[in-house]
């Protein structure tokens, strides 16, 4: 199995940006397509992005798109989530999540592997 973990939150003004890590330990990511979720308080884990086992397909949220970016490196093992223009809304607990599907789902449930988040603030 797969370990990951997220890194980068913190607390960051409206229109602020931040950019999320998610470091994978004990398999290659090349072979899963990769995703980044979110869960406010009292709300349910949402899809944020999702990036294919290349890097070559992303797919966004209609909330995110046009300010957040998803990338890997799969020679690093990485996989990031650039966040521009964040919003109050945007305030969640951000998640990595890693599908041996192949297949770009937006439902959390068809992910196998989850870190254990990380928190973004956004102040107003």
């Known amino acids: 199995q797969v370990q990951l973990v997220e890194s980068g939150g913190g607390l960051v003004q409206a229109g602020g940006s931040l950019r999320l890590s998610c470091a994978a330990s004990?398999?290659?990511?090349?072979?899963?397509?990769m995703g980044w979720f979110r869960q406010g308080p009292g709300k349910e884990r949402e899809f944020v992005a999702l990036?294919?086992?290349?890097?070559?397909?992303?797919d966004y949220a209609d909330s995110v798109k046009g300010r957040f970016t998803i990338s890997r490196d799969n020679a690093r093992n990485m996989m990031y989530l650039q966040m521009n223009t964040l919003k109050p809304e945007d305030t969640a607990v951000y998640y990595c999540?890693?599908?041996?599907?192949?297949?770009?789902?937006?439902?959390?449930?068809?992910?196998?592997?989850w870190g254990q988040g990380t928190q973004v603030t956004v102040a107003s």
């Open positions: 999540a890693a599908d041996p599907s192949g297949v770009r789902y937006r439902n959390p449930a068809e992910f196998d592997y």
């Open positions: 004990g398999r290659t990511i090349e072979i899963y397509s």
């Open positions: 990036i294919s086992r290349s890097g070559g397909s992303t």
